[in-house]
């Protein structure tokens, strides 16, 4: 499994993931033309595409992969806007069956706007994908997850309390203390992989997020997302060649 980064900031959200030679795309707030480039224009095998919500930062390109005739799963008050036969308007905790993925959306907080999460199924891999939500009310114990791409936002400490979008980015957005707490609520022998998204720099420290991060995510590789990054999905143990 590969894990492809178009774009993970308030400029654009976009990521790849590719298992099998089948590609979902994880929201869509970033330009279809980098997308096309980082699949090297094979967009045959784009599978489906997945939204967590309306703001435009993660839903701008919606029609244009509508247009290309892809099924796009979003949350149901966006459904209305786009008249396709390829928008599926999801239900929370409904389990979703496509190609080689299953998916299953919850509901998290992001300052009043509808927002889902996803726990994503593929093969071995079991992951779950939250961004943009102050906190997940949900702990995933049971299902032993393999991945974790998870909002680090902010650390308190460094956020300008005084800034137009103070109050959004406490309701809205992950702070550094509850992504800690997510994955070390969630952390188990199986869990390879921690993806920390939509990090601002400005008011977070990827490397002093990524210290805290490896002290409680049982030995599992810790990154930030960034636009061009990429990751062969695999065991913090096993060999790359």
């Not at 993970?8 to 994880?26: A, E, H, R, V």
């Not at 308007?89 to 889902?116: L, S, T």
């Not at 400005?202 to 599992?220: Q, T």
Request: glycine content about 6%; overall charge positive.
């Amino acid at each position: 499994m590969k894990l492809t980064v178009c774009g993970s900031s308030s400029k654009g959200n976009t990521m790849i993931l590719t298992y099998n030679d089948i590609s979902i795309i994880l929201d869509a707030g970033i330009n279809p033309k980098i997308v096309k480039k980082a699949l090297n224009w094979n967009i045959r095998n784009i599978g489906f595409t997945i939204i967590t919500h309306e703001h435009s930062d993660h839903s701008k390109y919606i029609q244009h992969y509508l247009d290309m005739g892809i099924k796009v799963y979003m949350p149901k008050s966006m459904s209305t806007k786009y008249k396709s036969t390829n928008v599926v308007a999801v239900e929370e905790r409904k389990q979703y069956a496509d190609g080689h993925f299953k998916i299953i959306p919850f509901a998290v907080p992001h300052d009043g706007a509808e927002c889902y999460a996803y726990l994503i199924y593929a093969g071995e891999h079991r992951i779950a994908w939250l961004t943009d939500l102050e906190y997940c009310p949900y702990v995933f114990k049971k299902q032993k997850l393999t991945d974790i791409f998870c909002e680090c936002n902010y650390q308190k400490g460094k956020v300008d309390t005084q800034s137009a979008n103070y109050n959004h980015k406490i309701r809205g957005h992950m702070s550094d203390t509850t992504a800690l707490e997510f994955v070390k609520v969630n952390a188990n022998e199986c869990l390879s992989n921690v993806i920390l998204l939509h990090m601002n720099k400005e008011s977070c420290n990827p490397d002093e997020v990524i210290e805290k991060m490896k002290k409680v995510a049982c030995g599992a590789n810790v990154d930030v997302a960034e636009a061009g990054k990429s990751w062969i999905l695999r065991k913090g143990d096993e060999c790359p060649f």
